[in-house]
């Protein structure tokens, strides 16, 4: 079972920010926090992880609080082609990647 | 460098038949996870191969089969097939187990039809 909550639906608009919150309370320390987003009917895509230090690429920034209970994806410009299902996911080694429902972000014009 | 390729793309096949579908993970990846798509169900895991050995399994029915070859190339079986087997089949490679640091990359998927 999936042990993150997000909210079903998120509204933005082009060329602002887009932040998506994510909960994990029940977090444990060898955890790692994973964002993926999957465009309609396409396999999901890798956009970012963490462990507990903030981290950015060239997609996105990942901004995880001290007590890891609950983290934020950032698309710092956000594009109509950032249209999906975002899912935050917690795994760690060994264990299985469980996709929760996700966030359903619409980039609006 | 090439993706994850998952072959057939799409497939059509009447209940009661089998069907293999294949996944060739990215070149050096030792790791093949599968899962399967719905809109009732979302994506829910159905098992991940390492070194060619089944390192976890999802709830699915023993009709779900897979099995990884020692090029990691993957394949998974599903037999007597029942229309709520209808589903995009995804699969997933990554370097190591995962979680460990590490990234699955997914493939476009199977879009699996029964009739």
């Known amino acids: 079972d999936a042990k993150t909550t997000q909210p079903t639906s998120m509204d933005c608009a082009e060329g602002r920010a887009a932040n998506l919150p994510c909960n994990h309370s029940?977090?444990?320390?060898?955890?790692?926090v994973y964002w993926y987003r999957q465009i309609h009917s396409q396999g999901p895509q890798y956009i970012i992880h963490?462990?507990?230090n903030n981290e950015t690429n060239e997609m996105a920034s990942l901004i995880i609080t001290e007590d890891r209970k609950s983290s934020t994806l950032i698309l710092p410009h956000a594009t109509l082609r950032d249209t999906a299902v975002y899912y935050c996911?917690?795994?760690?080694?060994?264990?299985?990647?469980?996709f929760g429902a996700g966030t359903i972000l619409r980039v609006k014009s | 460098k090439a993706g994850v390729t998952q072959t057939p793309r799409y497939l059509i096949k009447t209940r009661g038949q089998q069907v293999t579908l294949s996944c060739s993970p990215i070149?050096?990846?030792?790791?093949v996870s599968w899962y399967q798509q719905t809109p009732g169900q979302g994506l829910q895991f159905l098992f991940e191969?390492?070194?060619?050995?089944?390192?976890n399994k999802g709830n699915f029915p023993g009709r779900f089969s897979g099995r990884q070859f020692s090029n990691s190339r993957s394949e998974m079986n599903v037999s007597t097939l029942e229309l709520g087997d209808s589903a995009l089949y995804l699969c997933?490679?990554?370097?190591?187990?995962?979680?460990?640091?590490?990234?699955?990359?997914f493939g476009q998927g199977t879009r699996l039809t029964v009739v």
């Open positions: 997933a490679s990554s370097l190591a187990l995962g979680g460990a640091d590490t990234e699955a990359f």
């Open positions: 029940t977090i444990s320390g060898n955890e790692y």
């Open positions: 963490g462990l507990k």
């Open positions: 996911i917690l795994w760690t080694s060994g264990n299985k990647l469980v």
């Open positions: 070149s050096g990846h030792r790791s």
């Open positions: 191969y390492f070194s060619e050995t089944q390192r």
